[in-house]
C-alpha cells in the first residue's frame, strides 16, 4: 500500500523558516517523482515544488524561487521541503504526493497518491 506522511508543520513567525517532511513506503521510490502542494481556505491547490528520483531534477514556480528548496534522501524514501523567509501569503495546508514516472509535473491533478497534509500558519 502507497503511503505518505507529512510533518514538520507549524506557527511560525514571518521571516522564520520551517522544513516539511515527507516520509513515504509502499512503492519504488526511484520510480516516483514527488511533488510538494498547498491549498489555503478558498484557494485552489497550488504546486509549490517536484523533484525526480531518478536524476534529482527539480522544479519550482516562481511564487516561491529562491524560498523553497526542495530535496530528497533515497536511503529513507524521504522528500523534504525547506522553506525560508515565511510570509504570511504561505499560511496553507502541506501536501505531498507522488507520480509513478520521472517527469516533472506540478499539476496536482497528475499525481496519483497523496498525504494527509501539515499546516503551516506564518504570523505577523
Known amino acids: 500500500e502507497v503511503q505518505l506522511a507529512e510533518s514538520g508543520g507549524g506557527l511560525v513567525q514571518v521571516g522564520g523558516s520551517l522544513r516539511l517532511s515527507c516520509a513515504t513506503s509502499?512503492?519504488?521510490?526511484?520510480?516516483?517523482?514527488i511533488g510538494w502542494f498547498r491549498q489555503a481556505p478558498g484557494k485552489e491547490r497550488e504546486g509549490v515544488s517536484c523533484?525526480?528520483?531518478?536524476?534529482?531534477?527539480?522544479y519550482y514556480p516562481d511564487s516561491v524561487k529562491g524560498r523553497f528548496t526542495i530535496s530528497s534522501d533515497n536511503g529513507k524514501n524521504t522528500v523534504y521541503l525547506q522553506i525560508n523567509n515565511l510570509k504570511p501569503e504561505d499560511t496553507a495546508a502541506y501536501y505531498c504526493?507522488?507520480?509513478?514516472?520521472?517527469?516533472?509535473?506540478?499539476?496536482?491533478?497528475?499525481?496519483?497518491?497523496w498525504g494527509q497534509g501539515t499546516q503551516v500558519t506564518v504570523s505577523s
Open positions: 509502499g512503492f519504488r521510490f526511484s520510480d516516483y517523482t
Open positions: 523533484i525526480s528520483n531518478d536524476d534529482g531534477s527539480t
Open positions: 504526493a507522488a507520480r509513478r514516472g520521472w517527469q516533472l509535473v506540478h499539476d496536482h491533478r497528475e499525481y496519483e497518491h
